[in-house]
């Protein structure tokens, strides 16, 4: 008795009980399909979460002044200064981190000629470019000189370009707009970059730091210069995120005047933990729902037993009859666990093939931008649970039929 | 050297002291109570008895399909009491041939494949080739394909002796297979039974309420109430086909006193 032998009963079976075949692996071939699909569309939307930090620069840490997440005194935030700045460039301070720059927003109202838009003007430190590894199409960046001298002049995102010009493709090397009511030069325009969660870099308009913070905002802050929006810090090469953050924190906390870590009035933050931190949020959600779409796995595997114990008492008397002509119970045992993986096996491939469907349709229609990853370890976890599905609620069926005695079950009616 | 047209003293079959006994609730129904039996190879069988006295119990326990309460049973040598379920399995599948009242044919099968089914579970290679010639010892070579709803009741029956007949037993055993029957197709099939046994000397035992069908076999075993109340051979085995079996009206004769008057005689003219 060989396995062939025993495919071909079950496939001969299923065959004869087509529309009964069908309607019983529809409940795996619903289960996996919306646990298949889940898993794939979570997968695409948690690589999407990762391309959107990708580039980031996992090296960078952002520090900004926030309330803290816990306590009452929210008022009392100090902000970060251009001290901080300078001492976190200090080895003595962070000996992890090879490079700090800063940056301070203000809200601007940007004018040229008849036309004006609103936008938020960024100062950033000269060394800004090198350390986001962004730099003009042409030229150098800021120098220190511009910066100490607070020249008023800036560098312009394509979209900055489009919204004050009308047109992305204008070179406005050298024309004069007004930042402010302040004249200011655009000297280049800024290398195009991806966007990232609907945020644009490219409508950024930089300008000097201090040129920012002295003349468009008011941030001078008494014995320490000027206050900052954020800090970048760029971790050095042997250095690593949890000892940069850790010098950072020591540093601010000890600045600040805190002493319990909860209460900290600033956040260390880092792309990847950030896109971690997201990637793990969803892939628990994914997994919850593939949970509950899991439920009508065990109803198809429900399903599965009860047509096999049908199956198991219609073909009683072809149970004693092949007994009669010398099956052995295993033989009879592995004829109908055949059958009943050969069922949970079909509504595994349907599930795959509607899986494919669904998430080629969701994948184009609904998240743009999110490309389902429906690889191959799927299919194999989809094949493994419709192995297990099979043996599972295919074995007391099968077992019954198995240990029947010849003369009973040919007396069978 | 084996005489295959004459038994030869050695038993295929050897029971001593056979009983079966089913409980049912309080009640205990002795269906065999103590049976005794040898049939030698070549031999060719039948057994008779009232409706309940346990004729297919015993042949179902001789088939190894059921057990004895008691007793010993010996077949071809081997001591059937004491095998393990897939040594019983060995057994039903090489050394038996079983034929049932019913033909226990497989649905929607066709003939061949019903026929091989007993090679499946030997594992052996050269299936189909041995099903057609065990189909054509029962004259169904040009019936392989069909299915059992597509032949009748006595092919269908020819096709369950192909199906015994296939793995080369030790003995065929058939429960009524001309029970249901009617007449002419139980004569085919008791022609193909008396020609396996004296063409290949295969042993056969089968169990008929037909005293015109039991007068075609060697011995004739009557079973009464769960004994064996005579045991004979026949005389004068007749051939099967070759005597005109007595009409109804041959039967009755001499049974009547006197004929009633036909009402409408003379009316058809
Ligand atoms: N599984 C069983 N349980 C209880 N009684 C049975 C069973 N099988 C057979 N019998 C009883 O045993 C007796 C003999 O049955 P059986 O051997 O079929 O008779 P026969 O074949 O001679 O007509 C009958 O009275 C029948 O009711
Ligand atoms: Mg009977």
């Known amino acids: 008795m060989n396995i062939l032998e025993n495919l071909r009963i079950a496939l001969d079976n299923l065959m004869l009980n087509r529309l009964r075949a069908l309607l019983t692996i529809l409940g795996i071939v619903i289960g996996v399909a919306a646990v298949t699909s889940l898993i794939s569309l979570g997968r695409g939307v948690e690589d999407y979460i990762a391309s959107q930090f990708e580039g980031l620069g996992a090296d960078i840490l952002t520090v900004r002044a926030r309330p803290p997440t816990r306590g009452f005194n929210r008022s009392a935030i100090t902000p970060l200064t251009t001290a901080d700045v300078a001492a976190l460039e200090s080895d003595a301070i962070a000996p992890s981190l090879i490079a700090v720059t800063a940056e301070y927003q203000v809200q601007g109202t940007v004018v040229y000629r008849y036309d004006s838009i609103s936008s938020s003007i960024r100062g950033v430190s000269p060394n800004y470019a090198a350390v986001n590894d962004w730099y003009p199409l042409e030229g150098g960046f800021f120098t220190e000189q511009d910066n100490t001298a607070q020249s008023q002049i800036a560098f312009m995102g394509k979209t900055a370009i489009e919204d004050l010009f009308g047109d992305e493709n204008y070179d406005p090397t050298g024309e004069t707009i007004l930042i402010n009511d302040l004249p200011f030069t655009v000297v280049g325009i800024m290398e195009e970059q991806s966007s990232t969660f609907g945020q644009d870099p490219n409508s950024a308009i930089l300008v000097p730091l201090l040129t920012a913070q002295s003349k468009l905002g008011n941030a001078r802050v008494a014995g320490s210069g000027y206050s900052v929006s954020t800090i970048q810090a760029q971790i050095a090469e042997d250095g690593d995120v949890d000892t940069a953050t850790d010098e950072i924190e020591t540093y601010l906390l000890a600045e600040h005047g805190i002493t319990n870590p909860d209460l900290a009035d600033f956040s260390v933050s880092n792309p990847e933990t950030i896109s971690e931190a997201r990637t793990e949020v969803f892939a628990t959600l994914t997994l919850f729902l593939s949970a509950i779409a899991a439920i009508s796995l065990l109803v198809g595997g429900i399903g599965v037993m009860n047509i096999m114990l049908v199956s198991v008492s219609e073909r009683t008397r072809e149970i004693g009859l092949r007994k009669a002509v010398g099956a052995r119970s295993s033989d009879i045992l592995s004829q109908f666990m055949i059958e009943a993986l050969m069922l949970s096996l079909l509504g595994g491939a349907g599930g795959i093939l509607l899986a494919l469907g669904v998430t080629t349709i969701a994948g184009n229609a609904l998240l743009s931008g999110v490309t389902p990853s429906l690889s191959a370890d799927v299919f194999l976890l989809a094949t493994g649970v419709c192995t297990g599905i099979g043996i599972l609620f295919g074995l007391y069926p099968a077992n019954r039929a198995a240990r029947m005695q010849p003369i009973q079950a040919l007396r069978f009616e | ?269």
């Open chain 2, 1 to 269: 050297m084996n005489d295959l047209h004459s038994p030869n003293g050695v038993p295929v079959i050897d029971i001593h002291d056979i009983t079966k006994t089913y409980e049912m609730g309080k009640l205990t129904l002795n269906v065999l109570k103590g049976i005794s039996l040898q049939i030698k190879r070549g031999e060719f069988v039948s057994i008779m008895g009232p409706s309940g006295s346990g004729k297919s119990t015993l042949m179902n326990i001789l088939g190894a399909l059921d057990q004895p309460t008691s007793g010993e049973y010996n077949l071809d040598g081997e001591d059937i009491a004491k095998l393990s379920q897939v040594d019983l399995a060995r057994i039903r599948n090489r050394k038996i041939g079983f034929v049932f009242q019913s033909f226990n044919l497989l649905k929607r099968t066709s003939a061949q494949r019903q026929v091989e089914l007993p090679l499946i579970y030997a594992g052996a290679r050269d299936r189909s080739k041995r099903a057609r010639a065990a189909l054509e010892a029962v004259g169904l070579q040009d019936r392989l394909d069909h299915l059992p709803s597509e032949l009748s009741g006595g092919q269908q029956q020819r096709v369950a002796i192909a199906r015994a007949i296939v793995g080369d037993p030790s003995i065929i055993l058939a429960d009524e297979p001309t029970g249901n029957l009617d007449s002419k197709s139980g004569t085919e099939v008791m022609q193909i039974f008396q020609r396996l046994n004296q063409e290949q000397g295969i042993t056969t035992v089968f169990v008929t309420h037909d005293p015109w069908i039991a007068r075609h076999t060697q011995r004739v075993i009557m079973i009464r109430d769960g004994q064996i109340v005579a045991d004979q051979q026949v005389a004068e085995p007749l051939v099967a086909g070759e005597s005109e079996r007595p009409s109804e009206a041959e039967e009755l004769q001499g049974i009547f006193e006197a004929a009633y008057a036909t009402p409408n005689a003379g009316a058809a003219d």
